[in-house]
C-alpha cells in the first residue's frame, strides 16, 4: 500500500463505517428484548356516569361493575348503546382474537400501565410540523407498545365507533 493513498482509502472508508453504524443502531435493538406479556383489552359500550367505568379490574380479574342509577341532575355520558367487545393482543404474534367476557374474566391480569417486563401501550403522537418542513399527519390514531428503547405499532382490532374507545385492561399473567 502506498502512502499516497492512505487520504482516499480513509475517505471512502468513513461513508461505509457510518452507514454500517446507521444501520446497526437501527437493527440491533430489534434483536434485543422482546415484550412477554400479552394483554387484554376492551373497545366499544363506553356508556358511563360521571366517567365511572362498568368494566374494570378487581382482584386480578376482569369484572362487571353495573352503573349506579343516575340521581336527578347527574351527567350521563352515553355514546352508543353497543356491547363491549374484548380482545386478547399476542405481542408475540402481533394479532388481536376477540374474546368473550366469560373467556376475559378468567385470565389473571395485571392492570398497571407497565407491564411486568417493562413495555407500556401507548397512543401514537400528533406532529403538526414546523414552519419550514409542513405539517405531517401524525399516528395520533394509531397505538405501540414501548419499552427499552424500542417501539412497534399495534394491529388492534378497532372499528367503526369502537375506534375511538380503545380502554387497555391489563397484562395478561397466564400467557
Not at 79 to 105: I, M
Request: aromatic share 16%; hydrophobic share 35%.
Amino acid at each position: 500500500m502506498n502512502k499516497k493513498n492512505l487520504p482516499l482509502i480513509i475517505a471512502l472508508c468513513i461513508p461505509i463505517l457510518m452507514i454500517l453504524l446507521v444501520a446497526g443502531f437501527i437493527y440491533l435493538p430489534s434483536l434485543g428484548n422482546k415484550p412477554k406479556y400479552n394483554f387484554l383489552y376492551m373497545t366499544g359500550n363506553s356508556y358511563s356516569y360521571l366517567g365511572g367505568n362498568q368494566y374494570i379490574v378487581s382482584g386480578g380479574h376482569l369484572t362487571y361493575n353495573p352503573p349506579p342509577p343516575p340521581n336527578n341532575g347527574d351527567l350521563v355520558i352515553k355514546p352508543d348503546n353497543s356491547l363491549p367487545h374484548f380482545y386478547l393482543y399476542n405481542v408475540a404474534q402481533n394479532t388481536a382474537t376477540e374474546v368473550f367476557f366469560g373467556q376475559a374474566r378468567n385470565y389473571t391480569l395485571d392492570s398497571s400501565n407497565t407491564s411486568p417486563d417493562g413495555y407500556v401501550v401507548v397512543r401514537g403522537n400528533y406532529s403538526g410540523g414546523d414552519l419550514f418542513f409542513g405539517g405531517g399527519g401524525g399516528d395520533y390514531n394509531s397505538w405501540f407498545i414501548k419499552g427499552h428503547n424500542r417501539s412497534r405499532k399495534l394491529n388492534l382490532k378497532l372499528t367503526g365507533s369502537d375506534y375511538y374507545n380503545f380502554q387497555f385492561l391489563g397484562w395478561t399473567q397466564n400467557n
